[in-house]
Nanobody
Framework: DVQLQASGGGLVQAGGSLRFSCAVS????????IAWFRQAPGKEREGVSC????????TYIDSVKGRFTISSDSAKNTVYLQMNSLKPEDTAVYYC?????????????WGQGTEVTVSS
């Protein structure tokens, strides 16, 4: 079975930092893209960042560029999201997801959410 185990959420003051981890099992890590999504209260889910494991290519939404960094450790089958200079608008439930066919059809596997609350 494919499993994505997200961890690292919590309560932090504005300007602080957190690091998420997404431990992946049951799929070929090197042939996947792993992404972080978030859903804030009353808002639609949005993609935050993505990394293609084989190439290291990364993408970010504009609102987190320069503050968030996605990385992967293939030896540990884990993807990280380092979040710095956090803002109250980053408050959300964050999810990691895996795309194993890389055909643009979306993400087939999802982890449980981990919640972040950024206080002002």
């Amino acid at each position: 079975d494919v499993q994505l185990q997200a961890s690292g959420g919590g309560l932090v003051q504005a300007g602080g930092s957190l690091r998420f981890s997404c431990a992946v099992s049951g799929l070929t890590f090197e042939n996947s893209a792993i992404a972080w999504f978030r859903q804030a209260p009353g808002k639609e889910r949005e993609g935050v960042s993505c990394i293609v494991s084989a190439t290291g290519d990364t993408t970010y939404i504009d609102s987190v560029k320069g503050r968030f960094t996605i990385s992967s450790d293939s030896a540990k089958n884990t993807v990280y999201l380092q979040m710095n200079s956090l803002k109250p608008e980053d408050t959300a439930v964050y999810y990691c997801a895996a795309d194993t066919d890389l055909q643009g059809s979306g993400y087939q596997y999802w982890g449980q959410g981990t919640e972040v609350t950024v206080s002002s």
